[in-house]
């Protein structure tokens, strides 16, 4: 016999899941197209990347991996496409020579004032008729699932990314 916490939960699997999953394909869906249209040939998570990088320079790849919840190896590959593209370089620490850093060139720089304002049209958007307690509930709800999950997976995101 399914109890009433087994139930809500049961609720809970078929109503968010997937909405998250869709919320996360149609964003991803969106990024591309801004991309695209500005004619940069960048996957979503590419994008995000370069907006990071921009907004942190200088950082390891290492941060970047716990800033965007990835693995080492997926980040190089990031990385890679950034660097191959022009948009992104690879500097050596100058205090630790073993350390690389990550950093914008002029060429990232241009494509991040043509995405970076469209994304956050794209954000307003999405966003929009929401109210600010809207918004804070619901980013109090997945940090709360996606710490839950931490708990449980082996996955490449820690608890310092969410902070």
């Given amino acids: 016999m399914i109890n009433d916490k087994q139930e809500d939960l049961s609720h809970g699997l078929r109503v ?3 909405l998250i999953s869709r919320m996360s394909v149609d964003v991803s869906c969106q990024i591309k197209r801004i991309c695209d249209r500005e004619g ?11 907006m990071m990088i921009n907004h942190c320079e ?4 290492s941060e970047l991996a716990n800033m965007l919840g990835k ?3 997926s ?7 950034l660097v191959k593209s022009g948009l992104v370089g690879r ?3 100058a205090r ?4 690389i850093r990550a950093c914008i060139t002029a060429e990232g720089k241009k494509a991040f004032t043509r995405i970076f304002p469209q994304l956050m049209a794209l954000s307003q958007q999405v966003l929009q008729g929401l109210t600010h307690e809207d918004i804070t509930s619901v980013q109090r709800i997945m940090m709360q699932m996606i710490g839950n999950l931490l708990t449980i ?5 820690t608890k310092e990314a969410l902070d």
């Fill in 58 to 61: 200088g950082l390891t790849q």
């Fill in 153 to 157: 997976a082996d996955c490449a995101g």
């Fill in 91 to 93: 500097i050596q620490d």
């Fill in 40 to 50: 940069y040939q960048l996957a979503p998570e590419e994008a995000g990347a370069l």
């Fill in 16 to 18: 968010l899941m997937p």
């Fill in 71 to 73: 693995d080492k190896a």
């Fill in 96 to 99: 630790d020579r073993r350390v």
């Fill in 75 to 81: 980040v190089t590959r990031l990385m890679n496409v």
